[in-house]
């Protein structure tokens, strides 16, 4: 066989290793895409919902704090990437939308006295779970889950829930992200958004779940260092026994 012919065979075997390597990467990556948005219940013009909590030290009810801003965006980004179509509301600012609840995805953000609809979600559909009103404990803002309390140490150890939680809606799952401050409900937002896959392998696809992470040293490192300090699941979801007198 003539060299020109070896050639030819050679750029051929060449053309298809280098054809199935190419539609292998694009069947992985389609997949991924597809698991990613049925982690988040986004498909392509899907309809999705970003409720924001308002600035807690500001006298308008319209302000939000820029690093809630920053969460939103890391949420709007994913939503995005999956080709749904993203709206925020405003807690307070819509009768319908307050008193509603229809088929949408849903990232609900911000602790019960920023965010009202949070509080209602947890009282719902989290009764294991709660956090302690700032007229109560002022700056502690004390979060708990079970029978364990978690109380913020400003600057050092602050904390945020995040759940997923299946609300029966044509699988469009209910994300909360329920921080005592905003430092905090952004570190969720970028864990949510980076650690899916693990999350989803460990709690299933459409599985809930309900994880309380520890934002570590926020003074020194912001949002960056987060370890998560428990997985509440088995008890957020189940109202706690009464107790006795």
Same mark, same amino acid.
Request: aromatic share 8%; charged share 25%.
């Given at each position: 066989?003539?060299? /020109?012919?070896?050639?030819?065979?050679?750029?051929?075997?060449?053309?298809?290793? &280098?054809?199935?390597?190419?539609?292998?990467?694009?069947?992985?990556?389609?997949?991924?895409?597809?698991?990613?948005?049925?982690?988040?219940?986004?498909?392509? *013009?899907?309809?999705? /919902?970003?409720?924001?909590?308002?600035?807690?030290?500001?006298?308008? @009810?319209?302000?939000?704090?820029?690093?809630?801003?920053?969460?939103?965006?890391?949420?709007?980004?994913?939503?995005?990437?999956?080709?749904?179509?993203?709206?925020?509301?405003?807690?307070?600012?819509?009768?319908?939308?307050?008193?509603?609840?229809?088929?949408?995805?849903?990232?609900?953000?911000?602790?019960?006295?920023?965010?009202?609809?949070?509080?209602?979600?947890?009282?719902?559909?989290?009764? &294991? /779970?709660?956090?302690?009103?700032?007229?109560?404990?002022?700056?502690?803002?004390?979060?708990?889950?079970?029978?364990?309390?978690?109380?913020?140490? @400003?600057?050092?150890?602050?904390?945020?829930?995040?759940?997923?939680?299946?609300?029966?809606?044509?699988?469009?799952?209910?994300?909360?992200?329920?921080?005592?401050?905003?430092?905090?409900? *952004?570190?969720?937002?970028?864990?949510?958004?980076?650690?899916?896959?693990?999350?989803?392998?460990?709690?299933?696809?459409? &599985?809930?779940?309900?994880?309380?992470?520890?934002?570590?040293?926020?003074?020194?490192?912001?949002? *960056? /260092?987060?370890?998560?300090?428990?997985?509440?699941?088995?008890?957020?979801?189940?109202?706690?026994?009464?107790?006795?007198?």
């Amino acid at each position: 066989m003539s060299s /020109v012919g070896d050639l030819a065979i050679n750029l051929l075997a060449s053309v298809i290793a &280098g054809t199935a390597v190419w539609l292998f990467q694009r069947t992985r990556l389609r997949r991924r895409d597809e698991r990613r948005r049925r982690f988040f219940g986004l498909s392509d *013009r899907a309809e999705c /919902v970003i409720v924001t909590p308002r600035h807690a030290s500001s006298p308008s @009810p319209h302000s939000v704090n820029q690093l809630d801003v920053a969460a939103i965006v890391e949420l709007a980004t994913v939503a995005r990437e999956c080709g749904a179509d993203v709206s925020l509301k405003v807690q307070g600012h819509s009768v319908l939308f307050d008193s509603g609840f229809d088929s949408a995805t849903e990232f609900c953000v911000g602790g019960p006295d920023a965010n009202t609809r949070m509080g209602a979600h947890l009282a719902t559909f989290l009764p &294991g /779970v709660s956090m302690a009103p700032y007229d109560e404990v002022g700056d502690v803002l004390t979060l708990r889950a079970g029978d364990e309390e978690f109380h913020r140490r @400003p600057g050092e150890a602050e904390f945020v829930l995040l759940a997923k939680i299946d609300t029966g809606r044509r699988g469009r799952p209910l994300f909360l992200l329920c921080g005592q401050t905003a430092i905090t409900n *952004r570190a969720a937002a970028r864990y949510l958004t980076a650690n899916y896959r693990a999350l989803a392998a460990r709690h299933g696809i459409d &599985g809930r779940f309900c994880l309380m992470l520890e934002v570590v040293r926020p003074s020194a490192y912001g949002d *960056r /260092v987060v370890r998560e300090r428990g997985d509440f699941t088995s008890v957020a979801f189940t109202a706690p026994s009464p107790t006795r007198s």
